[in-house]
Every structure is written in C-alpha cells, then in structure tokens.
C-alpha cells in the first residue's frame, strides 16, 4: 500500500539549532516528493519538491530535503531555526501517472524555544 | 490573482444538516482537489477533478459529492452532515496534474458537525 510515514508528532528545537523532519514513503511508482508547511489557521505552502535529478534539493526560506532511494527517505533539514519557523510539516508523495493526487504523511509540529 | 479561495471560512451544522463548500481558482488551472485534514492523519483526498466535465473519487469519498460547475470552480456537498465529517476541508488546484506544477492550496474551511 502507498504510505507516506513522519515518524515524530512533536518536535521542539532551540533558535538557532540544525533542524531534521523525517519522511519515510512506501510506493510502487517512481515517487515525486513534497514537503509543506501549515502556519496556523492557514493553508499549505509548497517548501519542496523532488522529481529526479539530484537528491538534494534546495526550496524556499533555507530549507533542503534529501532523498534517499534506498532508505525510502525524504528527510527535510534546515540548518538554523528562526522563530518564525515553527508550524507543522508535511512530507507528501505523487507520481507521474496519479493525476496530481498527493499522499501525505500525519505531519510533524515544530516549536520553536527562544 | 486571488490563487484559490474558499467559502465559507467557518461553519457549523447540525447532524442532517446539508451544506456546500465553495471553491474558485482564477488561475485558469484544468486539475480540482478536495482534501480534508483531521488531526494526526494529514490531509486525505476526497475527491478530485482532472478537467472540466470530469470528477473522480478519492481516498474517503463516501457522504460527500462534488460539482466542477466550469473550469473555475469546483464545489462540494454535504447532503446530510455527520459528526465524523468534523474537519479542515481544503481545496486545491493544479496547473499541470502530470508535473504537479503551480499548486496551490486554498485558505480552507473549519467545520464542525453537532
């Protein structure tokens, strides 16, 4: 079954501090993956993304996500947290031929301590 | 540009209730998305629609039903609301479902069934 895994609910990190959310996906096709971020109250951002090419991949507002074939991985990095980054993720996974239909993992909230 | 917005914001019904949640992209987007996001689970699709004319089912379709009334606006009914379907509903749209390219998600609509 097509499955999208973040393993932590929860996580709290300090400002400033290296942050990693991790992904896990199980899919038959060749996957694209997405990582997103909800702020309260509002809708989702696109961070990310990943289709082929080179497995690491750079997005929006310092964030990068690498993937990792053998680990059905797509863990998302960030190397200094800003305050203003806390909000809750989400790993997403499509492919070519699923008519822009995502999958989404249960998301992981992020606080941010000052 | 307006990207995707979603009517009402807020809305609570009573169990039987019936309602309809509006949806509108002015991106001149083919590819319509439903998706409800319950706490823990992530966002789930409902239903979708590939192009105008056309709607498909998704992930947790039963007690819902959808209208893609013209390339605009896709819109989808609650014909007799049950405690369970209390959620965030979002919409969303696609430029090209095959690439996943320019998505974008609406704002979203809070619901709650008593």
């Known amino acids: 079954a097509q499955s999208v895994t973040q393993p932590d609910i929860h996580i709290t990190v300090s400002e400033g501090a290296s942050l990693e959310l991790r992904c896990n996906y199980s899919y038959g096709a060749t996957p694209y993956l997405f990582w997103y971020v909800q702020s309260p109250g509002q809708g989702l951002q696109l961070l990310l993304k990943?289709?082929?090419?080179?497995?690491l991949v750079q997005g929006i507002k310092g964030f990068e996500a690498e993937f990792k074939r053998s680990q059905s991985s797509f863990n998302l990095r960030k190397p200094s947290v800003h305050w203003s980054d806390a909000a809750e993720y989400f790993c997403?996974?499509?492919?070519?031929?699923?008519?822009?239909?995502?999958?989404f993992g249960q998301g992981t909230e992020l606080s941010v301590k000052p | 540009n307006a990207g995707v917005t979603q009517t009402p914001k807020f809305q609570v019904l009573k169990t039987g209730q019936s309602m309809t949640l509006q949806c509108a992209q002015d991106?001149?987007?083919?590819?319509m998305y439903w998706y409800r996001q319950d706490p823990g689970m992530g966002l789930r699709l409902i239903y979708y629609s590939a192009s105008e004319g056309t709607t498909d089912k998704g992930e947790v379709p039963n007690g819902y039903n959808v209208s893609r009334l013209n390339k605009r606006e896709f819109s989808l009914r609650l014909e007799s609301a049950a405690p369970s379907q209390t959620s965030v509903y979002f919409c969303a749209s696609i430029s090209d479902r095959a690439t996943y390219n320019e998505q974008f998600f609406g704002p979203g609509t809070r619901l709650t069934v008593l």
């Open positions: 991106m001149n987007h083919n590819s």
């Open positions: 997403a996974v499509g492919a070519l031929n699923q008519g822009g239909k995502l999958i």
């Open positions: 990943y289709f082929s090419g080179d497995t």
